[in-house]
């Protein structure tokens, strides 16, 4: 005999669920009635699918001592559970299409009323646009379906079933289901209805779907529009005179779409029963010459892949939260989004074609826990789950398919290959002929329309982009993407600048999609934010989760602003020499009169004249030599320098006027180096030595003081707390640096002293620097000379035995005991490294030493400022021969070593200042390539200086 209950068997039926009404095209308002049923429901949750019997669905129901969570929300952040994250493990065993029994089920339940002004005529509808991950609903007692599919649409018919006052919608969501094995995505596991749920009225002949074909021809500059209708009506344009019936095409005059220029027009539909709002936008997408083209033109996509994540809501974004976003990538100088891995909240769609960018839309789909049994029992590869996979790509599709901004359907993501994907990539192209099919995983192209990669390196890049890759014919006819590249975890990502550099030289190369958009921490009270195992997940990923260009909080990271820089749409170039810069249109579509240019000279850092550059309208692709100004008055015997700047000429609807969207720096006069004549010599004291303005211990040589500020424990210094892309990911065969210099000690090395010597002009000290357990080592000899006022370190590095690994770092450490303000020329304003500067402007800049810290939801390296050639703090002036790179933090490296999160960071009375003649590079080896070979730091002989005087 079976005791297993039949009333829950949804949950595991691979069916995409039942009930629902025929996926349509989403709109965001109408002049028809529409209540939301957002705000505050009644939530009990349950251990177990089924703990609790339905009658809470029935009218009458008392939930009075029910919890009360938030709509638009997920439970686990409302106080009830805790989330999950894993990046590709399923938290369940792999056991398709059955879930745990442990399966905590949240039932809602709302009850409302119909405004008064509710129509009593025509039908109704309630559209649930988000549930994870899958839910069955009762409308005053009747049960009207259960569905499958979490970021995706579904409605019900309820019209008959309404009455006005008092009506009691149920909602029974599981947080795992069939559905479960299909949305496996690297983000955190969040039950609950975390979109809007609406009520809209339906009068009789309202718009059911259509669908608004809006082509542009580039060469006789005309655009023809057609719109589908289920229900005939009429379709308007005033801007463009258009008044036809639904179902016929005209062709008119129009300015296309495209994401550097999104020219709108405002439309609308009317049936009998409704009239529905339209923005058209007029473009036209082929697959021409082995490339990508919009309205006659290759574009090249400065993409981000985007999940959705708001620190205390989770999934549940609202629409100031996602404009937020699009704003920020904007003013970031990205073109596209790929949706990574689910079609978004519709209304960011809506944003992305006002403010124009390319969409990669996403379905709701990914299998990649069944790599684990090498793809075994993978539902793609199984007709039974077929009709679930072709139920999502229809919904994907016919909800988003009159947005102009979307280029691409993109089947899902990780989710291996099989029949499922092939059926859903014919029903697609099917549905749909005017965009491309993308995915990932169809390495030779059989149901896709480019070929697309993820973490491709740069070598393998450019023999791609050279054509010689190999692959089917068909593969090597397409253009290439990197669907996601230069993994943002942590400190980095490195190496940006040297892709951009590929994308723009091989025509095949149409750009990327850095991962990825934001961290996805969590808002913790103990630990500022949390990721995977803060919440005592049996498996989770750590924090993989926060691998994003923006923070929880959504201020950028130095990688997003580095981002801006390489992709920016105007090169500008400059001869400081003979006063001419190059101006270069990068961008696709635009040229260059929404652009102001200015032009700016600085002496030792300093802007000392500025003005305006007069600049034509280049159109894209076209460059121009314009002549600077003549340099102010003489400054001889001093470092000079232009920058020149592109800003926005007046305000847009995504930056204000004098937004800065690109800029270059050339030298005119280079930086004359500091010198000291050794005229002082080394006098030993009781205990001490004195040499100019500095005391040293007598038996060490150790520094103790400059000018009467005490300096502590100065000694070379080659560790770095490991970024996450120095500690590289455990699958990964490539060789992974972080965890080699552990393995070396080179964050515990031992300091030997060999000599101090006192000659007549300088004080040399004679140390052998290496790890224990380890026969090689770095033979460094400190040598002190002084003028009297100033005191000159020359330090000399000769590595000793095999060296195999490059350095995290060489220069020198030391302990300041009061410092908090600090001043520099050099790099700035914010942070950079070897292969991640290219954003790091030459000037003056002040901060606070708190100022200079980037934090990173998990603490490491982070805050070095580069091509400093001077700076103050804590009463001391450092000047660099040759220019260095400048850290300050109230901790030290191995403190930041030890930390887990930021909490862990306690300011202590010492500042630990770093001034480093080398770094190696970032790379983004967290899930993509470690740095290239040019960004090493190698263990080789080095000699660098440092002038330290009082500060001014």
């Not at 708001?310 to 100031?320: M, S, T, V």
């Not at 988003?400 to 099989?418: C, M, Q, R, Y």
């Not at 770092?809 to 030391?814: A, D, P, T, V, Y």
């Given at each position: 005999?079976?005791?297993?209950?039949?009333?829950?068997?949804?949950?595991?039926?691979?069916s995409?669920?039942s009930?629902?009404?025929?996926?349509?095209?989403?709109?965001?308002?109408?002049?028809?009635?529409?209540l939301?049923?957002?705000?505050?429901?009644?939530?009990?949750?349950?251990a177990?699918?089924?703990?609790e019997?339905?009658?809470?669905?029935?009218?009458?129901?008392?939930?009075?001592d029910?919890?009360?969570?938030?709509?638009?929300?997920?439970w686990?952040l409302q106080?009830?559970?805790s989330?999950?994250?894993t990046?590709h493990?399923?938290?369940?065993p792999?056991?398709?299409?059955?879930?745990?029994?442990?399966?905590?089920t949240?039932?809602?339940?709302?009850?409302?009323?119909?405004?008064?002004?509710?129509?009593?005529?025509?039908g109704?509808?309630?559209?649930?646009?988000?549930?994870e991950s899958?839910?069955?609903v009762?409308?005053n007692?009747?049960?009207?379906?259960?569905?499958?599919?979490s970021r995706?649409?579904?409605?019900?018919?309820?019209?008959?079933l309404?009455?006005?006052?008092?009506?009691v919608?149920?909602?029974?969501?599981?947080?795992?289901?069939?559905?479960?094995?299909l949305?496996?995505?690297?983000q955190?596991?969040?039950p609950?209805?975390f979109?809007?749920?609406?009520?809209?009225h339906?009068?009789?002949?309202?718009?059911?779907d259509f669908?608004?074909?809006?082509?542009?021809?580039h060469?006789?500059?005309e655009?023809?529009?057609?719109?589908?209708?289920?229900?005939?009506?009429?379709?308007?344009?005033?801007?463009?005179?258009?008044d036809?019936?639904t179902?016929?095409s005209?062709?008119?005059a129009?300015?296309?779409w495209?994401?550097?220029?999104?020219?709108?027009y405002?439309?609308?539909?009317?049936?009998?029963?409704?009239?529905?709002?339209?923005?058209i936008g007029?473009?036209?997408?082929v697959?021409?010459d082995g490339?990508l083209?919009?309205?006659?033109?290759?574009?090249?996509?400065?993409?981000?892949?985007?999940?959705?994540?708001?620190?205390?809501?989770?999934?549940?974004?609202d629409?100031?939260?996602?404009?937020?976003?699009?704003?920020?990538?904007?003013r970031?100088?990205?073109?596209?989004?790929?949706?990574?891995?689910y079609?978004?909240?519709?209304?960011?769609?809506?944003l992305?074609d006002?403010?124009?960018l390319?969409?990669i839309?996403?379905?709701d789909?990914?299998?990649?826990g069944?790599t684990?049994?090498?793809?075994?029992?993978?539902p793609v590869?199984?007709?039974?789950?077929?009709?679930?996979?072709l139920d999502r790509?229809?919904r994907m599709v016919?909800?988003d398919?009159n947005?102009p901004s979307?280029?691409?359907w993109s089947?899902?993501?990780?989710?291996?290959?099989?029949r499922?994907?092939?059926a859903?990539a014919?029903w697609?192209?099917g549905?749909?002929?005017?965009?491309?099919?993308h995915?990932?995983?169809d390495?030779n192209?059989r149901d896709?329309?480019?070929?697309?990669?993820?973490?491709?390196n740069?070598?393998?890049?450019?023999?791609?982009?050279?054509?010689l890759d190999?692959?089917?014919?068909?593969?090597?006819?397409?253009p290439?993407?990197q669907?996601e590249?230069a993994h943002?975890?942590?400190?980095g990502?490195?190496?940006?600048?040297?892709?951009?550099?590929?994308?723009?030289?091989?025509?095949?190369?149409?750009g990327?999609?850095?991962?990825?958009?934001i961290?996805?921490?969590?808002?913790?009270p103990?630990l500022?934010y949390?990721?995977?195992?803060?919440?005592?997940?049996?498996?989770?990923?750590?924090?993989f989760?926060?691998?994003g260009?923006?923070?929880?909080?959504?201020?950028?990271?130095?990688?997003l602003?580095?981002?801006k820089?390489v992709?920016?749409?105007?090169?500008?170039?400059g001869d400081?020499?003979?006063g001419?810069?190059?101006v270069t249109?990068?961008?696709?579509?635009?040229d260059?009169?929404?652009?102001?240019?200015?032009?700016?000279?600085?002496?030792e850092?300093?802007?000392?004249?500025?003005?305006?550059?007069s600049?034509p309208?280049?159109?894209?692709g076209e460059t121009?030599?314009?002549?600077?100004?003549?340099?102010?008055?003489?400054?001889?015997?001093?470092?000079?320098?232009?920058t020149v700047?592109?800003?926005?000429?007046?305000?847009?609807s995504?930056?204000?006027?004098?937004?800065v969207?690109a800029w270059?720096q050339?030298?005119?006069?280079?930086r004359?180096?500091?010198?000291?004549?050794?005229?002082?010599?080394p006098?030993r004291?009781?205990?001490q030595?004195?040499?100019?303005p500095a005391?040293?211990?007598?038996?060490t040589?150790?520094?103790?003081?400059?000018?009467?500020?005490?300096?502590e424990?100065?000694r070379l210094?080659?560790?770095?707390?490991t970024?996450d892309?120095?500690d590289?990911?455990?699958?990964q065969?490539?060789?992974?640096?972080?965890?080699?210099?552990?393995?070396l000690g080179?964050?515990r090395?031992q300091?030997r002293?060999?000599a101090?010597?006192?000659?007549?002009?300088?004080?040399?000290v004679?140390?052998r620097?290496?790890p224990a357990?380890?026969?090689?080592?770095?033979?460094?000899?400190?040598?002190?000379t002084?003028?009297g006022?100033?005191?000159?370190l020359?330090?000399?590095?000769?590595?000793?035995?095999d060296?195999?690994?490059?350095?995290?770092?060489?220069?020198?450490?030391?302990?300041?005991?009061?410092a908090?303000?600090?001043?520099?020329?050099g790099?700035?304003?914010?942070?950079?490294?070897p292969d991640?500067?290219?954003?790091s402007?030459v000037?003056?800049?002040?901060?606070?030493?708190?100022?200079?810290q980037?934090?990173y939801v998990?603490?490491?390296?982070?805050g070095?400022?580069?091509?400093?050639?001077?700076a103050?703090?804590?009463g001391?002036?450092?000047?660099?021969?040759?220019?260095f790179?400048?850290?300050?933090?109230?901790?030290?490296?191995?403190?930041?070593?030890?930390?887990?999160?930021?909490?862990?960071?306690t300011?202590?009375e010492?500042?630990?200042?770093?001034?480093?003649?080398?770094?190696?590079g970032?790379?983004?080896?967290s899930?993509?390539?470690?740095?290239?070979?040019?960004?090493?730091?190698?263990a080789?002989?080095a000699?660098f200086?440092?002038?330290?005087?009082?500060?001014?």
């Amino acid at each position: 005999m079976s005791f297993r209950t039949t009333a829950v068997d949804y949950v595991e039926d691979v069916s995409p669920g039942s009930g629902a009404l025929p996926p349509r095209a989403w709109y965001a308002a109408s002049d028809a009635k529409a209540l939301s049923l957002n705000g505050s429901w009644r939530l009990r949750v349950s251990a177990t699918i089924d703990a609790e019997d339905d009658s809470f669905a029935e009218e009458g129901y008392d939930a009075g001592d029910w919890a009360e969570v938030q709509v638009p929300g997920h439970w686990v952040l409302q106080g009830h559970g805790s989330p999950i994250y894993t990046n590709h493990l399923y938290p369940f065993p792999v056991d398709p299409p059955h879930v745990p029994t442990e399966n905590p089920t949240g039932d809602h339940l709302r009850v409302f009323d119909l405004p008064e002004a509710w129509p009593a005529d025509g039908g109704a509808v309630v559209r649930f646009d988000g549930v994870e991950s899958c839910a069955r609903v009762w409308l005053n007692g009747t049960d009207i379906g259960e569905f499958k599919g979490s970021r995706l649409p579904h409605e019900f018919a309820v019209g008959h079933l309404l009455k006005p006052k008092g009506n009691v919608l149920a909602v029974r969501v599981h947080q795992w289901s069939a559905g479960s094995y299909l949305e496996d995505q690297d983000q955190w596991w969040l039950p609950g209805i975390f979109r809007d749920v609406t009520l809209l009225h339906r009068p009789a002949g309202s718009v059911l779907d259509f669908f608004v074909h809006a082509g542009y021809d580039h060469v006789t500059g005309e655009g023809t529009l057609r719109v589908d209708s289920d229900v005939d009506g009429r379709v308007t344009v005033p801007a463009l005179d258009i008044d036809v019936a639904t179902g016929e095409s005209v062709t008119v005059a129009v300015e296309p779409w495209n994401a550097e220029t999104p020219r709108l027009y405002d439309g609308e539909l009317v049936t009998e029963g409704e009239r529905v709002p339209l923005r058209i936008g007029f473009r036209t997408i082929v697959l021409e010459d082995g490339l990508l083209k919009v309205n006659g033109k290759a574009i090249l996509f400065k993409g981000v892949n985007r999940h959705e994540w708001h620190p205390e809501k989770g999934r549940a974004l609202d629409l100031e939260t996602m404009r937020e976003d699009v704003l920020l990538m904007k003013r970031h100088n990205l073109n596209a989004v790929r949706t990574s891995h689910y079609p978004p909240h519709p209304a960011f769609l809506d944003l992305c074609d006002e403010y124009g960018l390319w969409v990669i839309d996403e379905c709701d789909l990914e299998t990649h826990g069944f790599t684990e049994q090498d793809w075994r029992d993978n539902p793609v590869d199984d007709d039974r789950w077929t009709p679930a996979l072709l139920d999502r790509a229809a919904r994907m599709v016919e909800r988003d398919k009159n947005h102009p901004s979307i280029v691409f359907w993109s089947l899902g993501n990780e989710a291996g290959t099989g029949r499922g994907l092939t059926a859903m990539a014919e029903w697609i192209h099917g549905r749909d002929s005017s965009r491309l099919v993308h995915y990932e995983g169809d390495w030779n192209c059989r149901d896709t329309d480019v070929y697309s990669r993820m973490y491709a390196n740069h070598a393998e890049v450019e023999q791609i982009g050279k054509e010689l890759d190999g692959g089917t014919h068909k593969r090597r006819e397409l253009p290439f993407i990197q669907c996601e590249y230069a993994h943002a975890m942590g400190n980095g990502p490195g190496g940006l600048a040297d892709y951009q550099e590929l994308f723009e030289k091989h025509d095949r190369l149409q750009g990327g999609f850095i991962w990825e958009w934001i961290d996805h921490g969590i808002t913790h009270p103990e630990l500022g934010y949390a990721y995977g195992g803060d919440f005592g997940e049996e498996l989770h990923d750590g924090n993989f989760v926060c691998d994003g260009l923006i923070f929880p909080d959504r201020t950028p990271s130095p990688g997003l602003v580095e981002y801006k820089k390489v992709i920016e749409p105007v090169r500008i170039e400059g001869d400081g020499a003979d006063g001419t810069v190059r101006v270069t249109n990068k961008y696709d579509f635009a040229d260059l009169s929404a652009l102001a240019f200015e032009w700016s000279y600085q002496v030792e850092g300093e802007t000392v004249e500025s003005g305006s550059l007069s600049v034509p309208a280049l159109k894209p692709g076209e460059t121009a030599d314009v002549k600077l100004p003549e340099p102010p008055a003489d400054h001889r015997g001093a470092e000079t320098q232009w920058t020149v700047r592109a800003l926005l000429a007046q305000d847009t609807s995504w930056g204000p006027a004098g937004h800065v969207v690109a800029w270059g720096q050339f030298p005119v006069a280079a930086r004359p180096l500091p010198s000291v004549a050794p005229t002082e010599g080394p006098v030993r004291g009781e205990g001490q030595i004195t040499l100019g303005p500095a005391a040293f211990d007598a038996r060490t040589g150790a520094l103790r003081s400059v000018g009467g500020v005490p300096v502590e424990g100065m000694r070379l210094d080659v560790w770095r707390a490991t970024t996450d892309n120095d500690d590289g990911a455990e699958w990964q065969t490539d060789t992974r640096y972080g965890v080699l210099w552990r393995a070396l000690g080179l964050h515990r090395m031992q300091h030997r002293l060999d000599a101090v010597e006192l000659s007549d002009d300088a004080l040399t000290v004679r140390t052998r620097v290496s790890p224990a357990a380890r026969e090689v080592g770095l033979a460094t000899v400190y040598r002190w000379t002084s003028d009297g006022d100033r005191l000159k370190l020359t330090v000399s590095v000769a590595p000793e035995g095999d060296w195999t690994v490059p350095l995290p770092r060489l220069g020198i450490r030391f302990g300041l005991a009061e410092a908090d303000a600090v001043r520099w020329f050099g790099g700035g304003p914010g942070e950079a490294y070897p292969d991640s500067r290219l954003a790091s402007t030459v000037g003056r800049w002040q901060s606070t030493v708190d100022g200079l810290q980037t934090p990173y939801v998990r603490p490491q390296e982070n805050g070095a400022r580069a091509d400093v050639r001077w700076a103050e703090i804590g009463g001391l002036r450092i000047e660099g021969d040759p220019e260095f790179w400048f850290t300050a933090r109230r901790w030290t490296t191995e403190q930041l070593d030890a930390a887990t999160h930021l909490t862990d960071l306690t300011p202590g009375e010492t500042v630990w200042v770093n001034l480093d003649h080398g770094q190696h590079g970032l790379g983004s080896q967290s899930c993509g390539p470690g740095p290239l070979p040019q960004y090493h730091l190698k263990a080789e002989p080095a000699q660098f200086s440092f002038v330290f005087s009082t500060a001014r």
